[in-house]
């Protein structure tokens, strides 16, 4: 229950993509930045602060963000298998070693299907090792892979369709009633998430309700238990703050923030108009906080909640 970044999130996963360029435009400067040398002026720890909430904040959103939502749905699947969770070759020993030394047979938990039979939607991304992790294994010269079981006698309740959480830009995800549970969840908890061998794909899964909300958490904009409201609701806020991240006025209210921070690193390594520079960064900050609570407003006000 994480973050694959490979969604097409329509207007958050731009804005970190802009973030994203940010940090390596960053990077790029650090070493000239050295060679000037750190000293404690108001502008220096600026630009270091500024710097470390960025990179604080992307390892949040990309590599540690737990979803605390939590609802479990994304770890239930379809009974034509278009929806499979692989498990990475070099992940298998451990889960087979984990379930044997707790008395259970590995072959209640992962199936071998053949790479050829596979559903098309999932073909081509196993065939991608480079991009998605190594799957496929040798088995009488025939390319096989290993995927996770579900609990045949643990469907998924109707009346929790109406409420899944939604993916891809907004879009419904693809649960259905047919759609069975993972054979390791457990309360609508994984049970194995803190282990080695959870597969990556687990790993790296966030959907799109996911993503946004924890991004407004991040931002201090919801608290945990707003996180715990119904996921209508949750999927509303979510998609409206979608449109907000997409909005022109919300990417110049960005891109002039990041125009003032470049203008505060460049005078800083040219060594003049530094305290302009750096007068107007601050000046502009407050205006962006401001600016951005009121641009998300409408979307926090259907959680009744307001930015703080
Ligand atoms: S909100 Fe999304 S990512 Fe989080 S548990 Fe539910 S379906 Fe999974
Ligand atoms: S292994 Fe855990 S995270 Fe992955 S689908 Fe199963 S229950 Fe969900």
Not at 48 to 77: K, N, P, Q, T
Not at 207 to 228: A, E, H, P, V, Y
Request: aromatic share 12%; proline share 5%.
């Amino acid at each position: 229950m994480k973050t694959n970044i490979d969604c097409d999130y329509l207007g958050a996963e731009k804005w970190v993509e802009t973030k994203l360029d940010l940090l390596n435009w960053f990077d790029e400067k650090t070493p000239a930045i050295n060679n000037v040398g750190r000293d404690y002026s108001k502008a220096y720890q600026t630009i270091e602060s500024h710097y470390m909430v960025l990179e604080r904040m992307l390892f949040e959103i990309l590599w540690r963000s737990d979803c605390e939502i939590a609802c479990g749905l994304c770890c239930f699947f379809p009974d034509d298998e278009s929806v499979m969770v692989p498990v990475e070759k070099n992940r298998l020993k451990g889960l087979r070693d984990s379930l044997r030394s707790q008395n259970k047979k590995p072959e209640d938990y992962v199936k071998l299907r053949m790479l050829s039979e596979l559903h098309p939607q999932i073909r081509p991304k196993i065939s991608a090792p480079k991009k998605t992790g190594d799957f496929i294994t040798q088995h009488g010269g025939l390319d096989m892979i290993y995927f996770l079981r579900t609990k045949p006698v643990f469907p998924l309740d109707k009346s929790r369709l109406k409420e899944a959480p939604l993916l891809r830009g907004g879009s419904k995800n693809w649960l259905d009633e047919g759609c069975r549970q993972c054979v390791f969840l457990e309360d609508d908890a994984c049970t194995v998430y803190d282990t080695d061998f959870i597969p990556g794909s687990c790993k790296n899964f966030m959907c799109f309700t996911g993503f946004i909300i924890n991004i407004l958490g991040l931002w201090g904009f919801i608290s945990r238990k707003d996180k715990g409201k119904p996921l209508k609701v949750l999927n509303k806020a979510a998609f409206e703050a979608d449109l907000v991240f997409a909005s022109p006025r919300f990417k110049e209210l960005e891109e002039q923030r990041q125009l003032v921070f470049k203008n505060l690193v460049e005078s800083y390594l040219k060594g003049f108009g530094v305290a302009e520079s750096h007068k107007a960064f601050e000046d502009y900050e407050q205006k962006y906080f401001i600016d951005r609570k009121k641009l998300f407003k409408p979307a926090l006000s259907l959680l009744n909640t307001q930015p703080r």
